[in-house]
């Protein structure tokens, strides 16, 4: 933009962002950097004050700030740094990295090699005139193999991996989660969007607000998700209308590991689907009616319009958004911490069944009080998170300015 | 689509739109209905009174309004909201601005940064937090809470707004400029009317982050009671042996349905907002 330049655009410059700058450093970078260098330290429970005779720690830590210098110091012993450095970050892979470790990733990951090769083989068919097999047939078999790969190879590998230490059970188990939970919302979000949008449909205004209001709700998740709870306890709403209807007892819902992973997933989509419809909708509507014409008069019929120009149009919208949730949702708190804190409980010492990276990381800080493991876990999934963010810039234009 | 789906679809549609709503609709409802329900227990043995209000007595809403801090703990909650929103919309907006229409060596590097960092999982910042604060003296005080939360929600904000400050031409402004008008009126009396929709997010999120938040109002502001949030109090409520359910839910009708009203009425800027600012890009 034309305006001022040299020292007082510098200065206008810095009036504009400064207060956003401070409050990240004060709030987003320094807890980040101290938290980076807890987790080189053997802070916990036993070591909960810092040895402030150290140079390090008297510059990172406040509790080693002339402000703090005389708090009443607790009982334990003072931390200090690690030897080896590494020490915690070995302590939180585990066993990640040993034979039956990546054995079993590997297991895993060849169940879902039909997959891609179904992926790649639609490219290659695509580019072609005439298509050899049609597209879903092609999706068909491949999932099947998939599927048939998984029930004979990857159960046992998925289990080796759970029982493997704490980091492998919680990531896989959130990786599981997000993997089942934005395809269904996606899903839901789609078909509703569609309903709604589609021709000659009495009170249209009406359908979106209350599709909506679930999205509204999960602001408040940890509320919201108190009452979701209550359905699937023994004397819920679910097992009355089970007795009711078959008569039969229904299940202590939340005990059961599955049970309890499902529940969240279908909580967690009644959450996310509006979100997904919200985007849609924005797509569709930025789609023409002639291209539909156009496909009417050559006598496409709906499934045609839809495959063929319906989704690839809202692909590009799609994309940010589904990158966007997965990240969310790898992070999701509220609504674990309301309806299971993390259990059903597997053991002591062993996280519970749907005792996902936030549920396990909050657990390990504020009530087993491991502060170095946990900091080196949430590290390794800063780096996860980070990659996956840069990643998701690829689909966004956020980073280039209105005058580029 | 242009063409009417066939009688047998309709059906289909109607089928699957009823069930939707009803599940949309059903948690609040059920809400609504243990909230006037007598005795503390969410369930009844019998089914009818789990969808129909077969007794109602007002007991809950007496005690929670009259008996219990749950007034003081809305007004805390309308405060800290209420200032985090005031807060936010002054540093994000000139932030967002500055980031969409002047160029400057660090602008680019700045986003990306300001991504990356919100890629740490900002719950486990949370002890560190705690130490600042203490360190200037506002742990267990609103204001502490109010800076945490109006961090908390600067990324996203920023970053949904710049988008939405790209979409707008800078024909605009430039045409201002000629006239002589300067970079700060040409934000304030320009930029800012017009993204208008933008702005509601904003605003919102603002809001929300202080209304809704759990984790950090129960790590920062732990006690006294009539010190602590809404919402932090409330799932206080239920962590007890006989959680008073009835109670529970009468809060809960009164913290969350206006709630949800604020964003049915927002929800055309919503759309709006969201889908041409951040996300489609």
Known sequence: ?404 | MIRKPSRPARILQYVILILMSILALYPIYFAILASGRPGQSLYTINIAGMFAPIQWTWENYRTMLLQSDFLIWVKNSLIVAAATTALSMVVVTSAAFAFSRFKFRFREFGLILMLGLQAYPGLLSLSAITLILTAFGLYGKHLGLILAYTTGTLVFSTLNLKGYFDTIPIDLEEAAMIDGCGPVQSFLLIALPLARPALAITALLGFLGGWSDYVLASALVPAPSNMKLAVPALYGLTTSLSTPWGQFAAGFVIVVIPTIILFLYLQRYLEAGLTLGGVKG
């Open chain 1, 1 to 404: 933009m034309v305006g001022w330049s040299g020292r007082r655009k510098t200065l206008l410059i810095l009036l504009f962002t400064g207060p956003t700058l401070l409050g990240l450093l004060v709030f987003n970078v320094y807890p980040n950097i101290l938290n980076t260098y807890t987790s080189f330290t053997n802070s916990n429970k036993f070591h909960p004050y810092p040895d402030c005779t150290l140079t390090l720690n008297s510059i990172m830590v406040p509790n080693c700030w002339p402000v703090f210098k005389n708090q009443p110091i607790g009982l334990g012993q003072p931390f200090k740094i690690t030897e080896p450095l590494f020490q915690n970050y070995i302590t939180v892979l585990g066993k990640v990295f040993t034979v039956p470790g990546l054995l079993s990733i590997l297991t895993i990951a060849l169940c879902l090699v039909p997959l891609m090769g179904v992926y790649w083989i639609d490219r290659r068919l695509d580019k072609g005139l005439e298509r050899s097999a049609p597209s879903w047939v092609l999706w068909l078999v491949g999932i099947l193999v998939s599927l048939l790969l998984l029930v004979f190879l990857g159960v046992t590998a998925w289990n080796n991996l759970i029982s493997s230490g704490d980091f492998m059970a919680v990531v896989a188990r959130t990786v599981l989660f997000v993997i089942l939970r934005v395809p269904i919302s996606f899903a839901v979000g789609l078909i509703l969007a569609l309903i709604v949008t589609s021709p000659g449909l009495p009170g249209k205004a009406l359908w979106r607000v209350i599709l909506f209001i679930p999205w509204a709700a999960s602001s408040v998740a940890i509320l919201t998700s108190l009452v979701w709870q209550f359905f699937f306890r023994e004397q819920g709403t679910v097992n009355q209308l089970l007795n009711l209807a078959f008569g039969l007892k229904g299940p202590i819902w939340l005990n059961d590991p599955i049970y309890a992973f499902a529940i969240i997933i279908l909580v967690d989509v009644w959450y996310s689907y509006p979100f997904f419809m919200v985007t849609i909708l924005g797509a569709l509507a930025s789609i023409s009616d002639d291209v539909y014409e156009a496909a009417e008069l050559d006598g496409a019929t709906y499934m045609q319009q839809l495959t063929s120009i319906t989704l690839p149009l809202i692909r590009v919208a799609i994309l940010p958004a589904i990158v966007l949730t997965s990240i969310t949702a790898f992070q999701m708190f509220g609504t674990v911490w309301a309806i299971t804190q993390g259990g059903p409980t597997a053991g002591a010492g062993v996280p519970g069944g749907t005792e996902f990276v936030m549920v396990y990381a909050y657990k390990q800080i504020f009530q087993v009080q491991n502060y170095n493991t946990a900091t080196a876990f949430a590290t390794i999934i800063f780096i996860f998170l980070f990659s996956a963010t840069m990643y998701s810039l690829r689909f966004s234009q956020i980073t280039k300015g209105a005058t580029a």
